[in-house]
């Protein structure tokens, strides 16, 4: 009856032990997809403007729906602040960069400019391919627009508070 209840016993924390490694390859594996920028997006200043003027703007956005923002500004130190976005904004750029892929929807947009900022759209697959969605002036182009607004929803070009320490 004893030896009984040690194979039972042994049983239990062996299945408890592989549960438990189970577990934490699952939760590892789920944290490395989550963690996996999957869009870039990056504005360029066609001109250099006064101190604090945003030179490059990069946006990226990670599959958990974090969003991070590199801020090259000219004349102050390089700024980096995070969010994270609701799961309906997530889904539309997601949407945006799978169907405009798909579609080649961009394949013949080109806006003729020469001032303001270029923008570049890039998607990044599973294998860490950067596919190009656009690149160029984005003006009047609705779809464009309309991705370059929701991500600046999340992040301000530039924060009131860091605005008032250049004056």
Same mark, same amino acid.
């Given at each position: 009856?004893?030896?009984?209840?040690?194979?039972?016993?042994?049983?239990?924390?062996?299945?408890?032990?592989?549960?438990?490694?189970?577990?934490?390859?699952?939760?590892?594996?789920?944290?490395?997809?989550?963690?996996?920028?999957?869009?870039?997006?990056?504005?360029?200043?066609?001109?250099?403007?006064?101190?604090?003027?945003?030179?490059?703007? !990069? %946006?990226?956005?990670? =599959?958990?729906?974090? #969003?991070?923002?590199?801020?090259?500004?000219?004349?102050?130190?390089?700024? &980096? @602040?995070?969010?994270?976005?609701?799961?309906?904004?997530?889904?539309?750029?997601?949407?945006?960069?799978?169907?405009?892929?798909?579609?080649?929807?961009?394949?013949?947009?080109?806006?003729?400019?020469?001032?303001?900022?270029?923008?570049?759209?890039?998607?990044?697959?599973?294998?860490?391919?950067?596919?190009?969605?656009?690149?160029?002036? !984005? %003006?009047?182009?609705? =779809?464009?627009?309309? #991705?370059?607004?929701?991500?600046?929803?999340?992040?301000?070009?530039?924060? &009131? @508070?860091?605005?008032?320490?250049?004056?």
């Amino acid at each position: 009856m004893r030896n009984s209840n040690n194979k039972s016993r042994i049983r239990i924390v062996v299945v408890i032990a592989i549960t438990l490694v189970l577990a934490l390859s699952l939760y590892i594996i789920i944290s490395n997809i989550n963690n996996r920028v999957f869009m870039r997006i990056t504005y360029t200043s066609m001109f250099i403007g006064p101190v604090g003027y945003p030179d490059e703007i !990069t %946006y990226e956005i990670y =599959e958990s729906g974090k #969003i991070s923002i590199y801020r090259d500004l000219v004349g102050i130190e390089d700024q &980096k @602040e995070t969010a994270y976005m609701k799961q309906s904004d997530l889904k539309t750029i997601r949407e945006f960069a799978i169907n405009s892929i798909q579609n080649d929807t961009f394949a013949n947009t080109h806006v003729q400019a020469s001032d303001g900022a270029i923008w570049k759209f890039v998607y990044i697959d599973s294998s860490d391919n950067e596919i190009m969605i656009y690149s160029g002036y !984005t %003006y009047d182009v609705e =779809e464009l627009e309309a #991705i370059q607004s929701l991500i600046r929803s999340y992040l301000p070009l530039i924060r &009131k @508070e860091k605005r008032n320490n250049l004056k």
